[in-house]
């Protein structure tokens, strides 16, 4: 899998996870219907199965993945909350990024 196909697995398994989740907070928070939970549990299937598709070792996507989840959601902080992300939030998702580029791309032997 090319680095780019990884990164845009890696940001669609992300959206997934975010939805699953942000679906029962509207809930929650501010009084949605309960029948938002429905695509919410499909839209966290969707992020198991996504995150399964990786060729290498669970644990490694698994940490990677957490990288690129944290830019992700960043960009949900702007495009759906309205809040524009300040100078550490893109410091910090760039840190994040790093490391995914690192643990996903880096030489090994084997």
Do not use: N
Not at 1 to 30: D, H, N, R
Not at 32 to 53: D, M, N, R, T
Not at 54 to 79: D, F, K, Q
Not at 84 to 91: F, H, I, K
């Amino acid at each position: 899998m090319s680095p780019l196909q990884t990164l845009g697995l890696f940001a669609l398994t992300a959206v997934a996870e975010i939805l699953g989740c942000y679906l029962p907070w509207l809930w929650l928070k501010q009084g949605k219907s309960a029948w938002l939970l429905v695509p919410a549990a499909l839209s966290l299937a969707l992020f198991a199965w996504l995150l399964s598709l990786h060729p290498t070792a669970a644990g490694r996507v698994y940490a990677a993945y957490g990288g690129v989840y944290i830019g992700v959601a960043i960009l949900w902080l702007w495009a759906v909350d309205g809040i524009r992300p300040g100078l550490w939030d893109l410091v910090g998702a760039a840190v994040a990024l790093a490391g995914m580029a690192i643990i996903m791309f880096a030489p090994r032997a084997g």
